[in-house]
């Protein structure tokens, strides 16, 4: 069963927990149920999130655009640049220009204008021309449908105190999954005790 965490961040770079939820299932409709006990969760303290950071899982995205339309997406790029990084090795075989790939991405990504943004795209057409299927794979995965998500020049204008990534939540779900796990070993060794004793 997945576990699904929400968390929180402030302006003071504090990170507080709002759900953990073990799914049945990654679909749209499990995801759909999440955000829609969660915006009655915080219309409940009179209080919306200001952006949603996330993977570009579609079904989640869907989800949160359904419940929370109008309110901004960031992609995180740590899942961005693991998919390039998937992507790219098969092709580039050696892990310094992988390395040197994700540079010319982050160029792109960190673009604080347009017109920065379309410099950037434009040299990495030129010095990565050779390795075309994955300067399409970028474009056609990733910017073209989602540079708005990514990118600063876009990105910048959402209010959302330095975060590109949702390691927030890995941290968080990290220390859930440890302490969910002891918690489960502790009842589960307390009921075989139990039952041990019973016959």
């Given at each position: 069963m997945p576990l699904f965490e929400i968390v929180?961040?402030?302006?003071t770079w504090r990170t507080f927990q709002v759900a953990?939820?073990?799914?049945?299932?990654?679909?749209?409709?499990?995801?759909?149920?999440?955000?829609?006990?969660?915006?009655?969760?915080l219309q409940g303290v009179g209080k919306l999130p200001n952006v949603f950071v996330t993977d570009r899982e579609l079904a989640l995205l869907n989800a949160v655009a359904k419940q929370f339309p109008g309110i901004p997406k960031i992609l995180c790029r740590r899942?961005?640049?693991?998919?390039?990084?998937?992507?790219?090795r098969p092709r580039m075989h050696k892990s310094a220009l992988v390395y040197d790939f994700q540079h010319a991405c982050t160029r792109?990504?960190?673009?604080?204008?347009e017109k920065d943004y379309d410099a950037a795209r434009a040299r990495m057409q030129i010095e990565w021309s050779t390795y075309q299927s994955v300067i399409d794979y970028l474009n056609d995965t990733w910017l073209t449908p989602y540079k708005e998500n990514i990118v600063r020049a876009w990105v910048d204008k959402i209010t959302h105190f330095g975060t590109y990534t949702s390691n927030r939540c890995v941290t968080v779900y990290?220390?859930?999954?440890?302490?969910f796990l002891f918690s489960t070993f502790i009842d589960i060794c307390i009921v075989k005790y139990?039952?041990?004793f019973q016959g």
């Open positions: 929180g961040f402030t302006s953990s939820v073990l799914m049945s299932d990654e679909k749209t409709e499990a995801y759909d149920w999440i955000m829609r006990m969660l915006k009655e969760m899942h961005i640049y693991k998919d390039i990084e998937a992507r790219s792109i990504f960190e673009a604080s204008t990290n220390t859930f999954a440890i302490q139990i039952l041990s």
